[in-house]
C-alpha cells in the first residue's frame, strides 16, 4: 500500500481498508442512533394515550393509536391555548428572523463595500458584542420593556431582534466574498443609484448567506426561551416554548393533572415539526452558507 | 465626483488637491451612503444592546432597601458578589460542567467532521443530517424529552433496566444531575459544531493533502499535521461559543428543575441565581451586578481558551 496508488485501487485491495470502512461506520450509525432515537420515542409517544404512555414499552406502539385524539385534546385545552402559543411562536419567529436579517445585510455590506470614518472601530465595537453573554442584556430589557409597556405585546420579543452583531459579521464575509467590485463599478458607471445596488445587485449575489443568517435566526427565534420567559408579562403572548414548560411544570406538581404529560408530548412534536422540515427543504441553501462563512475562519 | 466642478480642464487648478467639501447630492450620497445602510442596525444595536447595558451597569451600583430607598453604593454590590458563595456555587457547577460537556462535544464533532470530509464514508448525507437534527429541536423542548426519557415513571431506560431485573439507573440525583444536563447539550449541539468544522475544512485546498500523501503522509499524520491545525481558528471559535453558552446555562436546569426540585436549588447556575435574584426577590440591582460578574468570569475563560488555541497552534 504505497502512497502513491490511486485511491481507487487501494479501496479494493487491502482489507485492512475495508476493516476501517467498516468500523467507521458502526461507530457513525452507533451515533446516529444517539442522536436520532430519542426523537424516534418522542414521536412514538404522542400515539399513546396518557395511561398507554406508563403501561407500553416507550420504542413500541401502545394497542391503540391515539394520536388524533392528542392532537384535538391538545389544541381544546385551556381554551385553545397551544394554538395561540404556536401562533405567536409564527409571528415571533417569521418577523424577528426578518426584520434582524434584513437589517443585518444592510449593515454587513456596508461594512464590506465602502470604506468611510469610524469603520474599523464601530466594527470591533460590533464584534466584540458577540462575546458579551445574553444575561447581562436580559434583566435591564425587561426593566425598559416594562416601563415603555411594551411587554404587553409581542413587539417586545421582537423588536430586539434588530440588533443581531452576529448575523451583521456573517454577512460582511458574505458581502466580501461574493460581491464582484467590478460589477459594482459597472452598475455604478450605468447610472445606477446605491441603494438599488445593493437591492437589485448585491442581494441576489449575497443569497446564500442572507437565507443562512435568515433561517438561523428564524430557528433562533422559534426556539428561544430565556428573553420571552422574562418578558412577555401574559400567558396569551407566550411563545410554544414557554407554554409547553408551564405545562409540564403543571404536570410535575404531585396530585396535578398528570394527563398533562401525554399533551407536552404531542405540543413537543408539533412545535418542533414546523423548524425541521424548513431545515431539510433548504439544506442547500444553508449548507452552502455555512461553508461559506468559514472560509474565512 | 464633481458635478459642480466648473473649471476648465487643463486649467491649474486641477493640480491643487481639493479639500473634501460638499459637492453637491452625488457626493452626499457617496459619503452618506455607509452610514444610511447602517443606521437601521444602529438604532437597534444602541437601544437593545448599548443602552441596556448602560442602563444594568448604572443599576448596579445602587441599592434599594424597603427603609432607605435607594441610594448610591458605588462598587458595594460587586463586592458583595465577589464573596458571595451562591454565585460561586453556580460558578462552579457551570465550569465543572463546561470541563465535562465541552471537550466531549468538540472532540466527537471534530472526529465527525474528519471523517466525514474525507473519501472513507458514502451516504455521508445521512449522517450529516441525522447528526445535525437535535439542534432544530428547541432546547426546551430537548430538556422536556431527556427529562422524560431519564425519568423514572416512563422512562425507556428505566422500562428497559427493569425488563433486565435490573435496578433503573438514577440520572437526576445530585451527583447524576450535571452529567445529565450535559448529555443534553452534547445530543443538542455537536451536530451544529460538526457542521462549522465541515465547512472549515472544505475550505482547505485539496493539493495540500495530495503534496502531504506524496510524502508518504497517512492519513492521522495529516489528519493532525495539516487539517486540524489549519481549522485552528474555527475550533476556537466554536470553544469559545460553547463557553459563552455554558456559563449561560438557563433552559435545561430550569426545565428539569420541575422534575427533580430536590436536586435543583435557586443558585443551581449563575443564570438561574440572576432569574431568581430579578423575579423572585426583586433586587434587579443585585442581579445586575451578579450578570456583570458573570460576564468578566466569561472574559477571562474566553481569553483563556483564545490564548492557549493559539500557542499551541505556534507549537504544532
Redesign the interface.
Known amino acids: 500500500m504505497t502512497?502513491?496508488t490511486p485511491?481507487r485501487d487501494r479501496r479494493n485491495s487491502a482489507p485492512k481498508y475495508a476493516t476501517?470502512?467498516f468500523a467507521?461506520?458502526v461507530f457513525?450509525s452507533a451515533?446516529?442512533g444517539?442522536?436520532?432515537l430519542?426523537?424516534i420515542?418522542?414521536v412514538i409517544?404522542s400515539t399513546k394515550t396518557n395511561a398507554g404512555?406508563?403501561s407500553s414499552?416507550?420504542?413500541w406502539l401502545a394497542k391503540d393509536f391515539n394520536f388524533f385524539q392528542n392532537l384535538h385534546d391538545l389544541f381544546a385545552r385551556d381554551n385553545g391555548a397551544f394554538g395561540i402559543w404556536m401562533r405567536n411562536t409564527a409571528v415571533y419567529a417569521i418577523s424577528a428572523s426578518l426584520l434582524s436579517s434584513f437589517?443585518?445585510a444592510?449593515?454587513g455590506?456596508?461594512?464590506s463595500?465602502?470604506r468611510?470614518a469610524g469603520?474599523r472601530l464601530?466594527f470591533g465595537i460590533?464584534l466584540g458584542?458577540v462575546?458579551?453573554?445574553?444575561?447581562?442584556?436580559?434583566?435591564?430589557?425587561?426593566?425598559?420593556l416594562a416601563k415603555t409597556g411594551l411587554s404587553g405585546s409581542l413587539l417586545a420579543i421582537i423588536?430586539?431582534?434588530?440588533?443581531n452583531?452576529f448575523g451583521?459579521y456573517l454577512m460582511r464575509i458574505y458581502a466580501e466574498q461574493s460581491i464582484p467590485q467590478d460589477l459594482i463599478d459597472a452598475a455604478r458607471v450605468d447610472g445606477a443609484?446605491?441603494?438599488r445596488i445593493?437591492a437589485t445587485i448585491a442581494m441576489r449575489l449575497m443569497a446564500p448567506g442572507y437565507v443562512t443568517v435568515l433561517l438561523f435566526a428564524f430557528?433562533g427565534a422559534?426556539?428561544n426561551?430565556?428573553l420571552p420567559l422574562?418578558v412577555l408579562s401574559k400567558s396569551d403572548l407566550y411563545p410554544?416554548?414557554?407554554g409547553?414548560?408551564y405545562w409540564?411544570?403543571l404536570a410535575?406538581q404531585p396530585g396535578y393533572a398528570q394527563v398533562l404529560?401525554i399533551l407536552?408530548?404531542t405540543g413537543?412534536v408539533i412545535?418542533?415539526l414546523p423548524?425541521?422540515v424548513i431545515?431539510?427543504f433548504l439544506?442547500r441553501f444553508w449548507?452552502n452558507g455555512?461553508?461559506l462563512?468559514?472560509?474565512k475562519? | 465626483m464633481s458635478l459642480t466642478n466648473t473649471t476648465t480642464p487643463g486649467s491649474p487648478d486641477k493640480y491643487l488637491k481639493k479639500p473634501k467639501l460638499w459637492y453637491g447630492w452625488k457626493h452626499f450620497?457617496?459619503?452618506a451612503?455607509?452610514?444610511l445602510?447602517?443606521t437601521?442596525?444602529?438604532?437597534?444595536?444602541v437601544?437593545?444592546?448599548v443602552?441596556?447595558?448602560i442602563?444594568?451597569l448604572n443599576?448596579s451600583m445602587y441599592r434599594n432597601r424597603l427603609i432607605g430607598g435607594i441610594t448610591f453604593v458605588g462598587l458595594d454590590n460587586y463586592v458583595k458578589a465577589f464573596q458571595d458563595q451562591n454565585f460561586w456555587e453556580g460558578v462552579r457547577n457551570v465550569l465543572v460542567f463546561g470541563a465535562m460537556q465541552i471537550p466531549v462535544m468538540l472532540g466527537?464533532a471534530l472526529v465527525?467532521a474528519l471523517?466525514l470530509d474525507g473519501?472513507?464514508?458514502r451516504r455521508q448525507t445521512?449522517?450529516r443530517?441525522?447528526?445535525?437534527?437535535?439542534?432544530?429541536?428547541?432546547?426546551?423542548?430537548a430538556a422536556?424529552?431527556?427529562?422524560?426519557?431519564y425519568g423514572q415513571?416512563?422512562?425507556?431506560l428505566a422500562?428497559i433496566a427493569t425488563?433486565l431485573h435490573l435496578q433503573p439507573p438514577q440520572f437526576l440525583t445530585p451527583t447524576g444531575i450535571l452529567p445529565s444536563i450535559a448529555n443534553i447539550s452534547t445530543?443538542q449541539y455537536?451536530?451544529y459544531n460538526m457542521?462549522?468544522l465541515f465547512?472549515?475544512l472544505?475550505?482547505i485546498p485539496e493539493e495540500l493533502y495530495e503534496a502531504a500523501?506524496?510524502?508518504?503522509?497517512n492519513d492521522l499524520q495529516i489528519a493532525l499535521r495539516i487539517r486540524i491545525p489549519i481549522?485552528m481558528?474555527?475550533l476556537a471559535?466554536t470553544a469559545?461559543f460553547s463557553i459563552?453558552g455554558t456559563?449561560?446555562l438557563?433552559?435545561e436546569p430550569?426545565?428539569l428543575g420541575?422534575?427533580a426540585?430536590t436536586v435543583m436549588n435557586s443558585h443551581f447556575t449563575?443564570?438561574i441565581y440572576?432569574?431568581n435574584l430579578?423575579?423572585s426577590n426583586r433586587q434587579?440591582d443585585y442581579?445586575?451586578a451578579i450578570?456583570?460578574t458573570?460576564?468578566l468570569v466569561?472574559?477571562v475563560a474566553?481569553s483563556l481558551v483564545l490564548f492557549s488555541a493559539f500557542r499551541k497552534e505556534e507549537n504544532a
Open positions: 502512497a502513491q485511491a476501517g470502512k467507521t461506520y457513525l451515533f446516529l444517539y442522536f436520532i430519542p426523537l420515542w418522542l409517544s404512555l406508563f414499552f416507550g420504542f437589517i443585518s444592510m449593515a455590506y456596508a461594512f463595500q465602502y468611510f469603520r464601530l460590533v458584542s462575546f458579551v453573554p445574553g444575561t447581562v442584556f436580559a434583566v435591564p430589557l425587561y426593566l425598559l423588536l430586539p431582534a434588530a440588533a452583531p451583521v443609484g446605491e441603494f445593493f430557528v422559534w426556539n426561551y430565556f422574562l410554544v416554548t414557554v409547553l414548560a409540564n411544570s410535575s404529560y407536552v408530548i413537543s412545535g418542533t423548524v425541521m431545515f431539510l439544506q449548507q455555512l461553508a462563512g468559514s472560509i475562519g | 450620497e457617496k459619503n451612503t455607509p452610514y445602510f447602517l437601521p442596525f444602529l438604532i437597534g444595536f437601544l437593545f444592546l443602552y441596556p447595558l442602563y444594568a443599576l466527537l465527525f471523517i473519501k472513507l464514508i445521512i449522517f443530517l441525522g447528526f445535525f437534527l437535535p439542534f432544530a429541536v428547541p432546547s426546551v423542548v422536556l424529552m431527556w427529562g422524560y426519557f415513571s416512563f422512562g425507556p422500562q425488563a445530543w455537536t451536530g457542521l462549522i465547512a472549515a472544505k475550505g500523501k506524496v510524502d508518504g503522509a481549522i481558528p474555527a471559535l469559545i459563552i456559563l449561560q438557563f433552559n430550569n426545565i420541575a422534575v426540585p449563575p443564570n440572576v432569574y430579578a423575579f434587579f442581579s445586575a450578570a456583570f458573570l460576564a466569561t472574559a474566553s
